[in-house]
């Protein structure tokens, strides 16, 4: 075959994943007539067939014939003494096909083909990854440790495609050898020095949300819904979570089995402690569960700045700030609030928890306010009436009745 010296460079390009045919076509074609153009100064009058398949091509010159004498142009104009010499047929006016053999250019013009072709297919594969990725921001890929550098890990994946994890997007106590299994995800897509970078994370919230998708098939269906995540990587999460089916518990199926569900998900992460908390719009029920395991006596917002205060025994105070300060951070960022605690020194020993009341007081009633927080007789008390209106669902009747149940124990 004449163009064996091409057949590499047509295998190459048709190994490209992802490159549909015409596109393919388009480009080859493109490549051999700016030879012809070169060559010739025009491609007006050539047909080129790419024999994709076979990983050959064929170029075709189509020229009128004219009278020997006016012959001006031999590009597109053929004598028709020549044109007798192809087929006794011919007449003037006649149009003459004949191919034109690649080979009869000249090495350079065949060495010039082979590098254009090489750069278009560079560039092709480089316009195929950046949109591969651009289109999959968000989502958890999979790839090899392949180099370890100071500040970033160079990441391959499975179709040979070169990702980078920063130092600054792994877990502090990450820890990698060449030929690891990683996984990431895709937090940015870019061109830099015409080449596309693709950025991989495992400190991004993202990331954490796409592990609980695949981990908890409810979250996957839309079943549950995670409002939002606030984290510490390596340290400490807080997930809010909300089921839109009365019947599914959204924490418990966040969680699993004795923490099946949740335990892959701490280990992906390098025992990173996560909290799943079940997402309500009562912002200081919201506030009383962001700070778990912390017991809250009561809360109280400040609306103009955005601050609550939050009161509980002494003894819950370290709980609710957590070791270094962890929860009581992750809890403000969750809530939206600047959470400040403070110690109830004013309780009263001789204050009675509401379940001492279960007699008098429906539970169900006793339930809800034991949700906002208060727990005993004088945390009900210390509250007006507006106050726990606008905080419960209960009735204004109620609430006074069972402020009036109260006040009679301690009088």
């Not at 979570?241 to 089995?257: F, K, L, Q, T, W």
């Not at 609306?303 to 957590?322: D, F, H, N, Q």
């Not at 109830?344 to 927080?373: H, N, Q, R």
Request: net charge negative; with cysteine; aromatic share 6%.
């Amino acid at each position: 075959m004449e163009n064996l010296n091409l057949i590499d460079t047509f295998s190459e390009f048709k190994e490209l994943k992802n490159i549909d045919r015409a596109t393919m076509i388009s480009v080859l074609e493109d490549a051999f007539r700016s030879v012809l153009i070169k060559r010739f100064g025009t491609d007006d009058n050539f047909d080129v067939i790419i024999n994709d398949d076979k990983g050959d091509f064929e170029i075709w010159r189509n020229r009128e014939v004219v009278k020997d004498e006016d012959l001006e142009d031999v590009n597109s104009q053929i004598s028709l003494t020549e044109a007798k010499r192809i087929d006794t047929d011919y007449e003037l006016g006649e149009e003459v096909t004949d191919e034109v053999k690649f080979l009869d250019f000249g090495r350079r013009a065949i060495l010039s083909l082979r590098q254009n072709l090489s750069a278009r297919i560079l560039e092709l594969e480089k316009d195929n990854i950046y949109h591969k990725y651009k289109d999959r921001i968000g989502e958890i890929v999979t790839g090899e440790v392949y180099q370890i550098w100071k500040r970033e890990i160079l990441i391959i994946d499975d179709e040979g495609n070169e990702l980078i994890l920063p130092k600054l997007e792994q877990i502090p106590s990450d820890f990698f050898r060449k030929g690891d299994t990683v996984r990431a995800v895709v937090i940015k897509v870019e061109i830099r020095n015409n080449t596309p970078l693709i950025i991989l994370s495992r400190v991004s919230p993202v990331f954490l949300e796409r592990l609980f998708e695949l981990e908890v098939p409810e979250i996957y269906d839309g079943l549950i819904t995670i409002k939002k995540i606030v984290r510490i990587p390596g340290e400490r999460a807080k997930v809010a979570v909300e089921s839109y089916d009365d019947r599914i518990d959204p924490v418990g199926a966040c969680v699993g089995m004795k923490g099946s569900r949740i335990h892959g998900i701490v280990r992906e992460l390098k025992n990173e402690n996560i909290d799943v908390i079940n997402y309500t719009s009562n912002t200081q029920l919201f506030i009383q569960r962001a700070l778990n395991p912390a017991k809250i006596i009561s809360v109280k917002l400040v609306e103009e700045t955005k601050r609550a205060e939050v009161y509980l025994k002494p003894e819950e105070v370290s709980l609710a700030i957590g070791k270094g300060g962890l929860n009581i951070r992750l809890a403000g960022l969750l809530t939206g609030y600047e959470i400040d605690v403070y110690r109830d020194t004013d309780e009263d020993d001789e204050d009675v928890k509401l379940d001492e009341f279960s007699d008098e007081i429906e539970s169900w009633i006793l339930d809800e306010l034991k949700a906002i927080g208060c727990d005993t007789a004088k945390s009900i008390l210390d509250l007006s009436v507006e106050d726990l209106v606008k905080r419960t669902d209960l009735e204004e009747e109620t609430i006074r009745e069972v402020q009036s149940i109260l006040k009679a124990e301690f009088e």
